[in-house]
């Protein structure tokens, strides 16, 4: 797209894009900066489909500044009324915070903008994320070690922070998502540290953030003023980590894009996209094998900065430390595990039990019999169960599981033997599919319920196999 900038119009000339929101109909509202970078670039937006090839570009710019950078974009349906908050670069060269609350109309007028009272106090501020009234930022003082403070502002009330946000034990935070859920419940994520960090060490030119700690999750309830399910979740035990983004998705999961470097790998950041959802207690679970690695080319580092859904905007920068902004959807593979099945029999009231490996067990645990569901979502569920030379006038299997850690079951029945006849069934095949929403720790079991045991071994065919179990996660 033709970009203007500063320096001119440009094909392409985005020094970062910062933040996504979804429209609906597959409609996003994306922002960030032009070129040169964040601090002297013009706030840009994009209105339109994720490839940014048939929409509307618009540009918004705190009066009076020398750049201006967008984050944390928010539109309501309902009056037409677009919010951004951000940061700008001032004459003093001090980096401030702003909101903007306006139509497409407004973008040019001075009484659309409003800045928080923190300004005043600190010489660096960036504001990151809005949500329902809500909207959290961090500052600091560049010439200065006191700690960076983190906190939660409302936009009725910008001469006074909220509360400060503090990782309970830390020394350090950093709130760079925020995310209404309801019932005045809302969620944050960040990163902090037993460490003091001046805030210059942390925000890098490119408009990145620089991870140094632990990344967190956590809700806030806006009525109370009280924080509750603090959570720590590293990518593994020699990283370091920080949440960018935060976005709630129709299933009441959170779609979370993170970056983190492994310290005995490289210094060099990696952008991840993962989900987060709950336990039955409303505690938060990430299942760390499933963190989606985001890299656009083997050399250089891609980082990712907001997301929305399954919709990831970000920055690549190459080993020359050219620049390059994109957008990303993340595609899962749907097909989570596979076995076949060798026993020879199934005693009355035994688990079948199947036996070789997973193709992909990121999703499932499987152990005696028992699969055990990994991360929340939708899943399809398909078996086929072959029997041999049966005497029993039924074949039944229970099928047993939880949805929400509430128990279920419903029986699978084959007619076996009449009454009259040879006394022997051959090739009875109990084919099966349902499709549920399953959450993290919900069961599966397949039980032989028949008045007597159930043989599976082939007359026919050596070795051939007499099951087969496939689960597929539909979303």
Known sequence: ???????????????????????????????????????TGYGYFYIGEIDCISGTS?????????????????????????????????????????????TLNDLNNKLNFSFPSVNSIFDTTFLHSYSNGLFVGNSGNSNDVINLKSYIYDINNLNNIKTEILFPGSVTTTSYGIIYNDNNIYTIVGGYTNKKINIKDIYNKSGIINPFGTAFIVDYNSLTNIFSNWTSINKNENSV???QGISLNEDNTYSINADSVNLLESKLQKGYYLKISRNARGEFISNVDNWIELAYKNEGFTSSNSVANNKVVGLYILNNNIQISYQAEIINSSLISKKNLNQTKILKNALVKFDNAFINNNFINYKNGIFTFL?????????????????????????????????????????????????????????????ENFDIN??????????????????????????????????
């Not at 009066?63 to 950078?69: D, F, N, R, V």
């Not at 974009?73 to 919010?83: A, C, L, M, Q």
């Not at 082939?458 to 051939?464: A, G, P, R």
């Open 241 to 243: 980590t920080h949440f």
């Open 375 to 435: 991360e929340k979502g939708t899943y399809f569920i398909n078996f086929n169960i072959y029997i041999e030379n049966t005497n029993l006038s039924s074949v039944n299997f229970n099928i047993e599981y939880t949805v929400n850690s509430v128990y279920n079951t419903f029986l699978l029945a084959q007619k076996g033997i009449d009454d009259i006849g040879t006394g022997t069934a051959h090739s009875l095949v109990l084919p099966c599919s349902f499709i």
């Open 58 to 102: 618009y540009y918004l710019n705190v009066p009076e500044s020398l750049g201006t950078s967008l984050y944390g974009p928010d539109y309501n349906k309902e009056n037409g009324i677009y919010t951004f908050v951000g940061s700008f670069l001032n004459y003093k060269q001090n980096i401030n915070g702003f909101i903007f609350q306006g």
């Open 1 to 39: 797209m033709l970009i203007k900038t500063p320096i001119g119009k440009n094909y392409g000339a985005i020094s970062a894009l910062q933040g996504i929101r979804s429209l609906g109909s597959d409609i996003y509202l994306i922002c960030g900066t032009t070129n040169p970078n964040p601090n």
């Open 442 to 475: 919900d069961e599966i079991k397949i039980r032989n319920t028949s008045d007597g045991e159930i043989i599976l071994i082939s007359n026919y065919v050596e070795d051939s196999v007499n099951a087969l179990c496939s689960i597929n996660k539909l979303h």
